[in-house]
């Protein structure tokens, strides 16, 4: 086979489209036709379009080839497990990298909808959740079915998540960490007067519901009153943590019904302050109780890596721009002494 360069004209060769390829990525333009680049993109609209179907064919030909063959379809070499298109590494590592990209995609959209609560200022991206302002997330109407769907695909979803950040720009949804969330509900749901009530020590006759939040309120005082982590002393939004049973495990119904019946069950409040003593139960707060449910299911790795990428593609735009405005500061300086050196030059000529 004839070679159509010798091999410096090659290396030559290389090395220019090399740089021109540098040159368009820095300034924005497609590194293929030249044209203007979209955003978060090296490539214009249109060559996205044909790099995107041309990959999907090659990758859809080598799926098929691997799953024929009966070998895993990432690695091509070893077999994949029974029932299965991976073998048992590449399944791991896949399902982590989707997980970890899950809780990227959630946390890039709280930065773009300001990445902190607009109640209390709280930046902890754990801690976050997306607010509707005009219904709440455990509604049992239409609302509610719309909501949790919409929690549900976050993190996958890209139009669910452009949705979401379109409304928040109309202001239909907003940041706010869980303990503002809880307080916001309690107070949607008509909460608010009674507590009110039971933090004043006032109690009316036939006023079940202060009588209640009052017995609740009680129990936390002799509890600490504040979170075993952070210390908030608001009880409104204070839980009793069980050391035990984790309230998202195959004990969810256990320990929810011993939550419904705390607040009439006089022995069963006896009972729990003996475990408080005992080191069974503690008072978290909704923030630190959703940071301590992550750990529980096996998400903090997951959450962790996703922050420290967030952390460096940060600090590589950052990188980005500020060499982009050092090459737009060195074009302007280049223009201003050339254009000075022909008017030099005209003059003398002249």
């Not at 003593?277 to 109780?289: E, R, T, V």
């Amino acid at each position: 086979m004839t070679k159509a360069y010798c091999e410096l004209c090659r290396v030559s060769e290389k090395n220019y489209k090399k740089q021109r390829r540098e040159y368009r990525k820095v300034n924005n333009i497609c590194v293929r036709c030249s044209q203007p680049a979209i955003t978060d993109s090296i490539y214009c609209i249109k060559c996205r379009e044909r790099t995107t179907i041309r990959s999907k064919k090659i990758d859809k030909k080598r799926y098929e080839i691997a799953k024929g063959k009966g070998i895993c379809v990432n690695c091509y070499q070893r077999p994949a497990k029974m029932g299965r298109v991976r073998c048992e590494g590449c399944t791991k590592s896949v399902a982590k990298s989707q997980s970890v990209l899950g809780w990227m995609n959630k946390f890039s959209l709280y930065l773009e909808m300001g990445g902190k609560c607009v109640a209390c200022g709280n930046h902890d991206l754990r801690i976050l959740v997306i607010d509707h302002v005009h219904y709440y997330n455990h509604h049992t109407g239409d609302n509610g079915k719309i909501w949790n769907k919409l929690m549900l695909n976050s993190k996958q979803s890209t139009r669910v998540r452009s949705e979401v950040l379109q409304g928040y720009k109309e202001g239909k949804y907003q940041l706010l960490c869980s303990n503002c969330n809880r307080l916001k509900e309690l107070k949607r749901i008509g909460c608010d007067p009674y507590i009110k009530l039971a933090l004043a020590h006032k109690y009316y006759p036939n006023d079940h519901r202060t009588y209640d939040w009052r017995n609740r309120f009680d129990l936390l005082k002799q509890m600490g009153g504040c979170c075993f982590d952070c210390g908030v002393r608001e009880l409104a939004a204070l839980e009793i943590h069980h050391s035990e049973l984790f309230h998202h495990s195959i004990y969810k119904k256990e320990w929810e019904s011993i939550r419904v019946k705390l607040r009439r069950n006089k022995n069963l409040r006896a009972e729990i302050l003996s475990g408080y003593k005992h080191g069974k139960y503690f008072l978290l707060c909704c923030n630190c109780n959703k940071r301590d449910a992550q750990k529980q299911r096996g998400s903090e790795p997951f959450i962790q890596e996703a922050l420290a990428r967030l952390e460096r593609s940060g600090n590589a735009n950052k990188e980005r721009n500020i060499t982009v405005d050092n090459y737009n500061l060195l074009q302007n300086i280049l223009v201003y002494i050339i254009s000075f050196l022909c008017i030099f030059i005209f003059r003398t000529l002249f």
